[in-house]
């Protein structure tokens, strides 16, 4: 820890402004705060800001075997120094230094970084019109089921590239171009941009004003080298189109989203799909405000291996805790259903009970960790339940610097696991300390 401390401290960072969304219907009170908020922001200013996370984990039997190593208590720490600066209206930008460290688990790009840059680019142009940021960024699309930023683990995924921006009155359109950054854990500064993870596309977000929700549409195209499927190791190139609709009416909340994929696997043929979708409804007259959410997901698998056909759904770099915070099965070949409860005792304080049940899509197809990475093979197993976890939490925010949370969640593998190799119930808890100033 003293050592992360030592690093972290002995540099500044530099954080874009933010980009603003022209809206429809504003009132003129509405119009003078944002107006306001744009001129705060085209004037020049240097910021800076400061995050320690600690975390210490217990994870028994990983991917349900019970003679995997890593079985037990493990610590890992995340410590970000980040600045930013406006010079002018149109020029901008961040720089983010990032140390973290782990103790108990085997080494992990992951979970261990001594020193390197997070993040560190330009912004040029003007946010609520038009802008291009160049440099090493996070990034993060939509509900992140395709890009997501890694967050749970110590170490952040990061890019390496431009991403242009485009705000016109209700729609932003977003150009992409980036390599992801490859971590290397010994030594500082030598993370370098990895030219066998690539992605580019164009993502648009908005809608017209009369709907009570909002648009996702886009097409990402995505190229691997040695990319680990079902039919073997190959190099890449798959296309992603997509469309989301989410937002808010009253009490209800959704988040609906639906996912096709082609291209090519080595001699292959891609073709997969998937449907995402989250439907809530919040009881705010009721004590405590409960919040109950319904998600149903689905996604292709691989119908018969060595037919020329990838039918494998590959979610490319989404957030790693797709399902659960215990971030292990990966949305590929599933199907799964998954209730959420959330109750909020006090303005500070937060709890949660969830249930996930996986099923295989098709049975050809095994069943993937993240990320997308084959965790059991299908065998000659005809069986389609995979797991059932059930997961509770508690957050306590007692004000804008100090965040704690304590979660517990029991992984209980069901008959396919049992059939094709171990099959040990997961225990997972972890606890978390986060502070930002």
């Known amino acids: 820890m003293i050592r992360s401390l030592y690093l ?33 922001e085209r004037e ?81 142009g003007t946010p609520e019109r038009a802008s291009l940021r160049v ?17 749970g683990t110590a170490v952040k995924r990061t890019w ?27 030594g500082v500064f030598n993370d370098d941009s990895h030219d066998g993870a690539e992605l580019a596309g164009i993502y648009a977000t ?7 929700g909002r648009f996702d549409a886009y ?62 409804y919040r009881f705010r007259e009721q004590p405590w405000q409960p919040e109950y959410l319904l998600s149903i997901n689905v996604s292709s698998g691989d119908r018969q291996t060595g037919d020329g056909k990838l039918g494998t759904f590959d979610a490319l770099f989404a957030r790693g805790s797709y399902f659960s915070e215990l971030a292990l099965l990966a949305p590929s070949n599933f199907f799964n259903v998954h209730q959420y409860l ?19 899509t098709e049975t050809a197809d095994g069943v993937y960790a993240n990320p997308t990475r084959l965790l059991r093979p299908p065998a000659d197993s005809d069986e389609r339940l995979v797991n059932i976890s059930l997961s509770a939490g508690l957050e306590w925010t007692p004000n804008d610097t100090v965040f704690l949370s304590l979660l517990y969640t029991h992984a209980a593998p069901q008959q396919f696991l049992e059939e094709t190799g171990s099959a040990e119930d997961i225990n997972f808890l972890e606890f978390t300390l986060r502070l930002r100033f």
């Open 8 to 40: 972290g401290c002995c540099v500044l960072g530099l954080l874009p402004a933010v980009s603003w969304s022209a809206s429809e219907n504003l009132s003129p009170q509405q119009f003078e705060v944002i107006e306001q908020a744009r001129q705060a």
């Open 44 to 124: 020049p200013h240097f910021g800076l800001s400061v995050e320690l996370r600690e975390r210490a984990t217990y994870l028994s039997n990983p991917e349900f075997d019970g003679d995997a190593e890593d079985d037990g208590w493990f610590w890992t720490q995340r410590l970000s120094v980040t600045g930013d600066f406006r010079a002018n209206d149109w020029l901008g930008g961040r720089l983010t230094l990032l140390s973290a460290v782990q103790n108990g688990i085997a080494d992990s790009p992951i979970e261990e970084n001594v020193l390197d840059a997070q993040e560190a680019f330009l912004d040029i």
């Open 135 to 151: 440099g090493r960024q996070e990034l993060v699309l939509g509900s992140q089921r395709l890009i997501g930023s890694r967050a």
């Open 160 to 186: 390496d590239g431009v991403r242009g921006t485009l705000n016109r009155v209700s729609w932003r359109l977003d150009a992409l171009l980036l390599r992801e950054v490859r971590v290397t854990m010994d």
């Open 206 to 212: 908005g809608g017209p004003a009369a709907l009570p």
């Open 219 to 280: 097409y990402l195209r995505t190229r691997f080298e040695d990319r680990a499927t079902i039919e073997g190791v190959a190099d890449q190139d798959r296309h992603s189109i997509g469309l989301r609709y989410f937002g808010e009416a009253e009490a209800w909340f959704w988040n609906w989203e639906a996912f096709y994929q082609f291209g090519d696997h080595g001699r292959a043929d891609i073709s997969a799909w998937s449907l995402a979708g989250n439907t809530g």
């Open 342 to 360: 959330r109750v909020q005792p006090r303005r500070s304080v937060g709890a949660f009970v969830d249930l996930n049940v996986y099923w295989r």
